[in-house]
């Protein structure tokens, strides 16, 4: 035993990989008993699909068993190498004796074909000569050509859950054991940590696996125990599934701003935490910003000011420090009274403008500070409201087509409903 080696150059995660659906990690969603693309794959009547999510979610792996399914001449290709050549050869071959069933083309990465050679494809789609099985990590309503994606059924893997990949965790060590014919086993919150670690990537959390048994030959005998400080030794960062240019950064913003306005601290604490771990430090300072005149706006005024000092403090100290003056900056527009009536006021002013153009602006309003402006009737009418009582006296200000529009209404809110009161003393309202 002293002097058995492990010699597989084959990839655990590789030599595991499920040859039907019953194997597959997670994505009960979609291959569960019912469930429309489970269905699809064990008819072996495929279409056009495309599979998006997060590495290691067992994409490739469902589109190899639906390969398998049909009797069509397979090819694969990859979008990283692909070239439009490679492309038209899988064409030409539709007019051969091995493609006289069709073809079954797996694209993997197809977020990396230019639109040229989507759009080749585009017209063998859809007389199905060729269906198309592609896979991306990337949202696919982002990257892949319209006409193309219209085409398809897009199905959407996600992270596969912690206790799943622990289960998956424990019968890899038991493979693994009977691969050395020595036992392999997870100490207490090991296939946890593992699992933690791993981020919902299936593939990964194996390859940990595989890694810590692999540090654990070295001089050891006897039953090979792996615990959760060699898992954190190993894994060292848990696996965030943020990609600056993906889905997953903007889902990461999108839930940060929202957790802000729905007033819950905690969780867009965590959000902040998420995206600063991620180097995201300018665009955490941007919606910060944003939020506070969107979503907090005139309901505490003095918020903006606020963030906008956090954001400088936090720029001018750099990270690890900057959290801090974030993290009050989050708590504080958590805790603020909320009102959109600002972002709401201009949208409804910005559809005017955009269904009606150039109004003419009233004559009194309109520059008078030239010769020959009192002939053509600019300003002349003009009342300068610090000459009256109050500052203010009624006159037109919008133009003709628009003189009722009402673009602001006051929030709820103490601040907006005193501005409100006095506004309606000021304008004889009340």
Do not use: W
């Not at 300072?285 to 936090?314: F, H, M, N, W």
């Amino acid at each position: 035993m002293d002097d058995f080696q492990y010699s597989s150059t084959v990839p655990l995660a590789q030599r595991l990989r499920p040859a039907n659906l019953s194997e597959v990690v997670g994505q009960s969603h979609l291959l569960g008993r019912g469930k429309a693309l489970s269905s699809l794959i064990e008819s072996g009547r495929i279409s056009n699909m495309i599979f998006f999510g997060p590495p290691g979610t067992g994409k490739t792996t469902v589109a190899n068993i639906a390969a398998q399914k049909t009797g069509r001449r397979f090819h694969k290709l990859n979008g990283t190498t692909a070239s439009t050549a490679d492309i038209k050869a899988i064409i030409d071959e539709l007019d051969t004796f091995a493609g006289q069933n069709g073809i079954l083309l797996y694209l993997d990465e197809i977020q990396y074909l230019n639109k040229k050679q989507q759009q080749v494809l585009l017209s063998y789609l859809e007389s199905g000569r060729i269906t198309m099985i592609a896979s991306t990590t990337e949202n696919p309503y982002f990257y892949v050509y319209g006409a193309l994606l219209s085409r398809c059924m897009v199905f959407e893997f996600k992270p596969v859950r912690e206790e799943e990949i622990v289960r998956n965790l424990v019968r890899a060590a038991k493979v693994l054991s009977d691969e050395m014919d020595r036992s392999v086993t997870l100490a207490d919150g090991a296939g946890e940590a593992i699992a933690r670690a791993a981020g919902g990537d299936v593939r990964r959390s194996l390859n940990t696996l595989e890694t810590c048994v692999l540090t654990l030959l070295d001089g050891a005998e006897g039953q090979l125990v792996v615990t959760p400080e060699l898992v954190a030794e190993i894994a060292q960062r848990p696996g965030l599934g943020h990609d600056r240019d993906g889905d997953s950064h903007y889902d990461l913003l999108s839930a940060f701003q929202k957790s802000i306005r729905g007033s819950d601290e905690n969780a867009a604490l965590y959000y902040l935490a998420r995206l600063l771990t991620a180097g995201e430090l300018n665009m955490v300072c941007r919606r910060l910003l944003v939020t506070a005149a969107e979503d907090i706006g005139l309901a505490y005024p003095q918020a903006l000011p606020i963030v906008k000092s956090c954001v400088d403090i936090a720029f001018q100290v750099g990270m690890p420090e900057a959290q801090i003056p974030l993290a009050d900056a989050v708590i504080l527009l958590c805790t603020s009274p909320k009102s959109n009536s600002g972002v709401a006021a201009i949208g409804a002013a910005m559809a005017d403008v955009e269904a009606g153009g150039s109004v003419t602006i009233p004559a009194h309003l309109r520059d008078a500070h030239y010769n020959g402006a009192e002939k053509l009737g600019r300003g002349t009418t003009y009342q300068y409201p610090h000459d009256y009582p109050g500052h203010y006296c009624f006159q037109q200000y919008l133009p003709d087509p628009l003189k009722t529009r009402v673009y602001y209404h006051p929030g709820d809110n103490k601040n907006e409903q005193a501005a409100k009161a006095y506004m309606d003393k000021l304008k004889g309202r009340i």
